[in-house]
């Protein structure tokens, strides 16, 4: 059973270029989230998607977008990057469609962004 | 501003001994989350504890819950050097579509052999 996976794992970019990042969520969850963390802080949220469509946003400008795929797939997009957009990128999923409880969420092990 | 705020920040202990973490936040929740998270990887799901349930034990680890004090805790027992991690609490919605899990800035654990 695979868990979530994200890739690149690594990647450096020079300001003002524009990134993607790429998650495939667990099996059998279909609502991804992610997230940003920046050395020796918590996670921050960046948005959720459920059915292609985001459904809450977090603090973060309209540079950082995203999209879901029919197979619950997703990407991150940061556009015209900032030397404050380095961080660890995570991606995590939950719920299973119709789950009315609470369910944690499951993480990748990130990409790591280096704006130069 | 993060919901959940733990505390202390950083703790260091010897192995066998056991080991504190809490969490504070500030709005009433529904549920409450911990997390693990071993340097530059993802975060692992410890425990899942409902506003309702006061307390909840998974193997070595023991999680509160107080929610007139908005306050939760975790105890991890008999400490071993690969408990050596930052751990977060969250504050998570109803349901998982409900919207976002809000994340303090962690406590750092390390757990000397």
């Known amino acids: 059973d695979a868990g979530v996976t994200q890739s690149p794992t690594h990647l450096i970019k020079t300001r003002g270029q524009q990134v993607t990042l790429r998650c495939s969520p667990k099996?059998?969850?279909?609502?991804v989230s992610w997230y940003q963390q920046a050395l020796g802080q918590g996670p921050q949220f960046i948005f959720q998607y459920y059915e292609e469509e985001e459904r809450q946003r977090g603090n973060f400008p309209d540079r950082f977008s995203g999209h879901q795929f029919p197979n619950y797939s997703s990407e991150l997009n940061v556009n015209a990057l900032l030397l404050g957009d380095s961080a660890l990128y995570l991606c995590a999923s939950s719920g299973r469609r119709g789950l009315l409880r609470p369910s944690p969420l499951h993480f990748g092990n990130g990409t790591r962004l280096t704006v130069t | 501003s993060q919901q959940g705020e733990e505390d202390p920040q950083a703790l260091s202990i010897q192995e066998g001994e056991n080991a504190t973490m809490n969490c504070s936040y500030k709005t009433s929740i529904n549920n409450l989350q911990w997390y693990r998270q071993n340097s530059g990887r993802g975060l692992v799901h410890l425990i899942l504890i409902r506003s309702n349930e006061r307390e909840k034990h998974s193997g070595r680890l023991r999680v509160t819950l107080d929610t007139s004090k908005k306050s939760s805790s975790l105890l991890i027992t008999a400490s071993r050097a690969a408990d050596t991690a930052s751990y977060f609490c969250?504050?998570?919605?109803?349901?998982?579509?409900?919207?976002?899990?809000?994340f303090g800035d962690g406590t750092t654990l390390t757990v000397k052999p």
């Open positions: 969250a504050t998570g919605p109803p349901t998982p579509t409900a919207g976002k899990s809000t």
């Open positions: 099996s059998g969850h279909d609502t």
